[in-house]
């Protein structure tokens, strides 16, 4: 069979993306050049196991295919819909030679779990250098049911405008707390998870129990979730979290160094508790930057559910900038624990974001236990309703150390009508509350 150079199109486009992943610190996010030299196959539902693998002469199945890839062999798999659960195990492609699976010329590929007991349709365990490209992963329904999973000791993997649909825990009963995934990253104290890229997929319709669309945990470094469309979710749509007791050592239990950019996040709505479009849940040093966030319990959240074992793995050094939130029923923008024995959030800066009719009848923007937040040049803006522009429920001990500057409020209230509760108190006016935390907090307007 002959040798094969190939360059993943796509991707070129998008090779050079610029990012501010920390505080004064730019840096070049660069999805990396897939480059495959190796050999060809293909598969198709019409083919043969006992076939060459050739494009006139298929293998039957997906997971057969994936039994011959080497460093740099590419994997094209025809139209058609695939009942298998794809194992990824010890697969390593190189830095300069990946392995590639992929759709053919963009047909429409699905991996159904239609008819199987909780299924991950594709997991991806101690392997590197690999490309998932345009397939569909679909109709998996069950406890801990997967679309993607992606396990420890796993680095520089690549999932490239795939399709992840119609995922479900199965059953209406939520007491014993059921899980499903559309994407999971999840690592462990000896096996991490680094480098990997989450580019251009289609999440959709997933019942996910008490977990999430598209979740990173325990172990994760350098994960970049860019420019997805999360949608249908009946809980959280994206998710980086940590200090769950995942990883035995305590330093290494949560995301450090991730970047969630670009993505569209729309209805994610749980039945039985608020559930964010975008959440941060004991992750350090994560930048939300440029994404959208739409018709969801809430926006974009930054918290802190556990208490790790040392306060300096607490949820840190996070920045949300330039995303627009709108339209979310309880709240734009959430910093901190909500309950004054569990973690710290701290060193976060929201900057540049607009945020309007979010919280109508609740709140715009919430702060809890949280210490250092810097909240700078973001537009709240609500053209009806009664919202709480600032609700800050609990005393200066446990938010403190708040900076606001160059805001802009607008809401259907006079100034000395609309309601803000801050380190506890109540204020009636907006400049009353000014003179609380300086004149360079931001301006109001009354919405007509």
């Known amino acids: 069979m002959k040798k094969h ?41 019409s083919g043969s196991n006992s076939a060459k693998g050739s494009k006139s002469a298929p293998f039957k199945t997906i997971s057969y295919g994936i039994s011959k890839l080497k460093a740099g062999d590419t994997l094209y798999i025809r139209k058609g819909t695939y009942k298998e659960k794809l194992n990824l195990k010890k697969l390593n492609g190189k830095k300069n030679n990946y392995i590639t699976i992929s759709s053919y010329k963009k047909e429409k590929v699905v991996v159904s779990g239609a008819g199987m007991s909780s299924p991950t349709l594709l997991s991806i365990k101690n392997s590197s250098y690999i490309c998932v490209n345009n397939i569909e992963f679909s109709s998996a329904t069950g406890l801990e049911s997967c679309g993607i999973f992606i396990g420890g000791a796993t680095h520089h993997i690549l999932l490239t405008q795939n399709t992840i649909k119609d995922i479900s825990i199965g059953t209406d009963d939520l007491t014993d707390q059921p899980c499903a995934n559309g994407i999971l990253l999840f690592g462990s104290s000896t096996k991490g998870i680094h480098d990997v890229w989450i580019y251009k997929n289609k999440l959709s319709n997933l019942n996910t129990g008490w977990a999430e669309g598209l979740s990173v945990s325990a172990n994760c470094k350098r994960i970049y979730i860019l420019s997805n469309t999360v949608t249908d979710v009946k809980n959280i749509g994206i998710d980086v979290s940590g200090n769950y007791g995942y990883c035995k050592d305590a330093s290494k239990d949560f995301p450090t160094d991730c970047v969630v950019s670009n993505n569209k996040v729309s209805k994610c709505i749980s039945p039985y508790a608020t559930s964010y479009g975008i959440y941060v849940d004991g992750g350090q040093n994560i930048t939300v930057s440029n994404n959208t966030v739409t018709k969801c319990s809430g926006g974009i959240e930054i918290g802190a559910e556990e208490k790790p074992k040392k ?93 606001f500057e160059g805001n802009t ?25 000014l003179k609380v935390v300086g004149s360079k907090a931001g301006k109001y307007s009354v919405v007509k």
């Open 5 to 45: 150079f190939y360059i993943f199109s796509a991707l070129i486009a998008f090779t050079f993306i610029f990012i501010t992943a920390m505080p004064q610190r730019a840096e070049a996010l660069n999805l990396p050049e897939v480059v495959s030299k190796g050999h060809v196959y293909y598969v198709s539902s």
């Open 311 to 403: 306060e300096k793995y607490s949820t840190s050094n996070i920045v949300v900038k330039g995303n627009t939130v709108k339209n979310n029923v309880e709240c734009a923008i959430s910093v901190g624990g909500y309950a004054k024995n569990l973690g710290w959030v701290k060193n976060v800066t929201i900057k540049n974001n607009k945020c309007n009719n979010n919280g109508l009848n609740d709140s715009v923007l919430n702060l809890t236990k949280c210490n250092n937040v810097t909240i700078k040049n973001n537009v709240f803006k609500n053209t009806s309703g009664e919202a709480s522009l600032v609700y800050s429920e609990f005393s200066s001990k446990y938010t403190k150390n708040i900076s």
């Open 409 to 433: 409020f607008s809401a259907p209230q006079k100034k000395n009508e609309i309601g803000i509760k801050y380190l506890g108190k109540n204020y009636s006016s907006f400049d009353k509350w």
